[in-house]
């Protein structure tokens, strides 16, 4: 899958962009360091680059500040009660569960947000994205469980339902999954299989080099263990606390301890829908015509 080169879109047209990090944890922490990355997006000096985490309906996230755009209060989108960033050591004890994204620097319109991802219905969400003018939505992922059936996490995990529900907007959505395997979750025969399904698809538009984010994600994940994500990713760029196998395979640290190839890990892999979201939109046209027979 290497021999497919990813060329990033012209974002020069875009006025309002979201990064979110589709699962949580470190995945907001690389969807940060993406948006500073210039080697792979450049975005315009007046270009609003937001940042996002995702979580789920847990106790407390109704007590977050709701984001208001223009004049209307988004429900499902909050913001956090302090600015970032902070040290851990200055976050207090009840906004524990959002200490990355607190630790991340300060982005466009106030954020890093807080996406809460509904239980049930994700209509609500949906509307509010679109609320948000977004003229391109970058969906960020470490280790690729957002996309594989198999993994750990299984197939109702945030990062899936996610992606899911954004496919399902009418923006412009690339997804991006940053070193296929360093999450633990999932075998190389499961991710192989998975790229090759969205390959038929027309879904895989190719890879490229994570070395350009090397120097931010040490700084970020500084004080993160050696089995975070971010620090699976920077060890095999380095070349740096690896348990090699045969075959330049790698044992991930954690979850699952798969062995993944080395140059996995040091590639993001990117896909996006455009053709589904059309043929989404021919068949809602085609519906709305026979509604009105």
């Not at 976050?91 to 509904?118: C, H, M, R």
Request: hydrophobic letters at 40%; one cysteine or more.
């Amino acid at each position: 899958y290497l021999d497919q080169s990813f060329t990033f879109p012209d974002v020069t047209q875009c006025k309002r962009v979201l990064i979110v990090g589709l699962g949580g944890g470190c995945d907001v922490l690389s969807a940060s360091v993406v948006a500073s990355t210039t080697d792979f997006f450049s975005f315009p000096s007046g270009t609003e680059v937001v940042v996002s985490d995702v979580t789920e309906e847990v106790a407390g996230t109704d007590q977050l500040p709701p984001v208001v755009m223009e004049t209307e209060t988004l429900r499902c989108i909050r913001k956090l009660p302090l600015s970032s960033p902070l040290r851990v050591s200055q976050i207090p004890s009840e906004l524990g569960l959002f200490s990355l994204v607190l630790t991340q620097p300060k982005a466009a319109l106030d954020s890093p947000w807080v996406i809460v991802l509904p239980s049930e219905e994700d209509v609500a969400l949906r509307e509010e994205l679109l609320l948000c003018s977004f003229d391109l939505i970058i969906g960020i992922d470490a280790g690729g469980d957002s996309l594989v059936e198999e993994a750990k996490t299984g197939i109702t995990g945030r990062d899936k339902r996610m992606v899911q529900l954004l496919r399902k907007t009418e923006i412009p959505f690339l997804h991006l999954v940053l070193g296929f395997g360093c999450d633990g979750e999932s075998t190389e025969d499961a991710i192989a299989a998975t790229v090759e399904k969205a390959k038929i698809a027309g879904f895989y538009k190719g890879s490229f080099s994570l070395q350009p984010m090397l120097v931010a994600f040490r700084a970020r994940a500084k004080g993160l263990g050696h089995s975070r994500t971010p620090n699976v990713i920077c060890n095999a760029l380095e070349g740096k606390k690896l348990n090699m196998r045969k075959g330049n395979k790698v044992v991930i640290p954690r979850g699952i301890h798969p062995q993944i190839p080395l140059a996995w890990l040091t590639h993001g892999f990117a896909f996006a829908y455009d053709q589904e979201a059309t043929d989404s939109k021919t068949t809602e046209t085609e519906e709305a015509r026979n509604n009105k027979r």
